[in-house]
Every structure is written in C-alpha cells, then in structure tokens.
C-alpha cells in the first residue's frame, strides 16, 4: 500500500509534536512503521491522505460506537455550533446530557462532566481521597485510568509493597500513596485489605480490563472487591471510561451487577468529542466544590458541542438495539478469526466481550497482566501491519482492545476474516 503521503506529514509532525502525535500509542512503536494520517471517516471506513481505505476496528479507541460520522451527531454538533461553541456558564445541554447518564447508570445520582477521562479518574481518587480523609488508593497491573500523577504507578517490589512512579515526574513521595494488585488475584486483594484496609481511600478499577489488551474478571473477584471496599470504608470506583455505554446501556456493572460508589466515563459520553464524566451518589459527588470542600474545574467543562454530541450519541442507544447487533456481530467477528486460527495453526488467543475484543498471541488464556505478556508481539506487529496492508485498521499494539460499531457490516467482517487468514500465514516466524 502506498503512505507516501503519510509518510512525509509524518516526517513534518516530527519537527512540531514529541514523536509527532499528540497521544503516544497512534506514533505505531509497539508495531513499528509509520502512521498514516486519517483524512475523513465515515461508518465503519476511514480513509489516510493517501486515500487508502481501512475497515476501523479501533473507532478512535472507543467513541465511534455507532462508526464514524454519524448522522445524528453530526447534526447536533452543527446545529448546536450555529449558536455559539461554548459559554463558560451554565447551558441547559449539560443537564440534558446528565438526565441521560442517570437514566442509563442506576448508580449515578449526581454528576460532573469534565474533558478528558484522565481528568475524569483524577477527580474520582481526590473525591475518595477527601470523602474518607485516607490517602491510600489501590489500582491493579495491567489497568490504566489515564496519565494523572497517582495513577502512573507501577507495583512496588513486592505484590503488596506500595507504588513507584511508572514515569519520569512522578514523584516517589507521591507514588507510595498508591498500592498496586495483581487483577483477578483475590488472595493480594484480601491481604492488602486486612494488612491496611483502614487507611485504604479508594479501590479505581476498569471492571473489565481494556488497556492490558481485553482480559475478563474471574467470578467472584468483584463481588470481593465490593464486599471489601464496603467493610473498610473505602470507595469503590469503577473506571467505565472504556466499558461505560460500550457494553450495555449501564456499562460493565449493569452486566456484573455490582453497584460501585464511583464511575467514570468518557469516549462514547461524548459522542467523540472531548467529554470525560464522573458520576456516583449524591452523598459523595456533594463533596465536590462548589458545595464541598473537593476541589475541581474545568475551562471547556459541559461544553454544549460535547454535550450536544454526547446526547446524541446515547440517545441513539437508549433502546438497547445497538448492543444486540454488536453482539451478533462480534460473535461473527470471534467465529471468523477462531476458525482462521485453527486454519492455519496460528498461536493466536481471541479474547472478547461484547463488541471489545483482543487477539493475544499466546496459547494460554490471559486472566491478568502477567498472563498477557506471554504474548508475542513481534509476531503482532508483523500481524498488525499484514492486516493494515488488506485495508484493515487493528489497534497498532498488543495491549489494546478492538472495537465494533453498529456501521461495521457483515461484508466487512467477512472481508476481515480473510484478510486474518492470510496475515496470519504471513505473520508466521
Ligand atoms: P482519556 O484521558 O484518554 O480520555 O481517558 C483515559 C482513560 C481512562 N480510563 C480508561 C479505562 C481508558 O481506557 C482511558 C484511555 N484509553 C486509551 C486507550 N487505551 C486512550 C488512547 C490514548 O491514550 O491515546
């Protein structure tokens, strides 16, 4: 496939942006190559500068749920532009938009929009933080909620040793103050809670994994963590930045039935637009100035672009249809590659939820983070960029989910289940 294109604003956007993106997994170094630059979007199709045409499996990691440029977002975004694009005061979108959260998420009574998911999980571990007056949060391996200074941590020497930075300017000081867990390891979770359940603000966790690649939680390790947040007086937060919306109308915990004290949101909320949200009781979301004592602020917060688009875009999943055709289509999508792996013999493990999906390239199921990188991802790379020569646009990184829209047709899967078959013979060692 010709990227010259590509290739020479790639070379341009190197002079002006650190490693010419402005988001660190879109630069391919865990694949390799060169990005393309996408040109235009539409449903399930995205096109580069040099007019190559991809069937998108990564939906701008997660917001295009219903393909790319759709309609009725399209409409509200430029309907509502007409009339200005941002205020700075309050706009009756924004409570258009969190009557929709409440509706689609029991457990939200009152929330807080902000413009990113980071900002989202931010908010979240400082409400917990000055809810409980603690300041020991715990996170697990292998999850990610965004690039806020606590939640750059990585485990400590030991499973239950506190955190060190897992990037440069996070301070250490900073660091200890977040423990993390292996996920899916209810033995870790219980010893952390009886060695220092008392001192413990919050529990953030993605419900089910998306940033490790897509790994299920084993029964009854979120009962668990419920039952244990509970008992000590910590906060669970459930991070739906990823899962919110994308799995059923009210995220992973309507499909795990647990009731977390926190969530966060993001992507889908904003129908692509820049919108992260946190939401909970009304209790603890109080907390939050103006009315409480917990800092929080946000310039372009409940901006009526994003809220237009975020309305539009769960107000054309209110009825629940959308997830019934994901789910045939990922299961379509599952067959097609299982039946290629077993074609051609490939080591490929498909992993799936719904329309999230992860191809690991390991023989063994992957419950965790560790399990996940018995993954080979040389062989991914040499997968991904096979894939991406047939007109397919994979996530360029093991340790990503795939996503599915409703605009992605039974033709695209078919012409992606050959184009598997074949890069996984050209992938082979
Ligand atoms: P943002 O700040 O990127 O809007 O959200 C951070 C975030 C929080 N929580 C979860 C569960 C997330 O998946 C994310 C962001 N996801 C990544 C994809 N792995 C965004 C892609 C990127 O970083 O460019």
Redesign the pocket.
């Known amino acids: 496939m010709n990227r010259t294109r590509s290739e020479a604003l790639f070379a341009e956007a190197l002079q002006l942006l650190p490693g010419g993106v402005n988001?660190p997994?879109?630069a391919f170094r865990a694949v390799g190559g060169t990005p393309f630059f996408a040109v235009s979007a539409q449903g399930a199709q995205v096109r580069d500068a040099d007019g190559n045409q991809y069937i998108d499996y990564v939906g701008t990691?997660g917001p295009a749920i219903h393909g790319h440029a759709f309609a009725p977002i399209i409409r509200a975004i430029q309907e509502t532009a007409a009339r200005g694009t941002s205020f700075g005061i309050p706009n009756p979108l924004e409570i258009e938009l969190a009557k929709r959260v409440r509706q689609f998420v029991p457990s939200v009574e009152k929330v807080r929009f902000t413009n990113?998911?980071?900002e989202a999980?931010m908010t979240a571990i400082r409400l917990a933080r000055g809810v409980t007056r603690r300041d020991l949060i715990v996170k697990f391996d292998g999850c990610?909620?965004?690039h806020g200074d606590s939640l750059l941590v990585k485990a400590g020497s030991g499973a239950l040793t506190l955190g060190q930075p897992d990037s440069a300017g996070v301070p250490a000081d900073l660091a200890k103050h977040t423990l993390v867990l292996p996920f899916n390891d209810s033995e870790a979770l219980a010893r952390a809670f009886t060695d220092q359940g008392e001192r413990i603000a919050g529990v953030i966790v993605?419900p089910i994994p998306?940033?490790a690649g897509l790994f299920p939680p084993r029964p009854g390790f979120h009962e668990l963590l419920r039952e244990l947040t509970t008992r000590h007086g910590a906060l669970l937060i459930f991070?739906e930045?990823?899962t919110g919306f994308r799995l059923a109308r009210g995220g992973a915990q309507e499909l795990l039935g647990i009731r977390p004290d926190l969530s966060t949101f993001?992507k889908i909320i904003g129908g692509g637009l820049p919108v992260?949200a946190v939401g909970g009781r009304a209790e603890l979301m109080d907390h939050l100035a103006p009315l409480g004592p917990v800092y929080q602020a946000g310039t372009l917060s409940g901006n009526p672009l994003a809220m237009a688009a975020g309305i539009a875009a769960l107000d054309a999943l209110a009825d629940g249809a959308a997830y019934a055709r994901l789910e045939r289509l990922g299961a379509t999508l599952e067959n097609g590659f299982k039946e290629a792996a077993h074609q051609t013999r490939a080591a490929v493990r498909f992993q799936r939820l719904g329309s999230m999906f992860c191809a690991y390239f390991t023989s063994q199921p992957v419950w965790n983070l560790t399990d996940a990188l018995t993954s080979d991802r040389a062989r991914f790379g040499r997968f991904f960029h096979a894939m991406l020569d047939r007109g397919v646009y994979l996530a360029p990184s093991q340790f990503?989910a795939g996503f599915i829209s409703t605009a992605h047709s039974e033709a695209d899967l078919e012409t992606t289940t050959q184009a598997v078959v074949e890069s996984l013979r050209a992938s082979a060692a």
């Open positions: 988001s997994v879109r990691w990113s998911g980071t999980c990610y909620h965004g993605e998306a940033n991070d930045v990823m993001g992260g990503e």
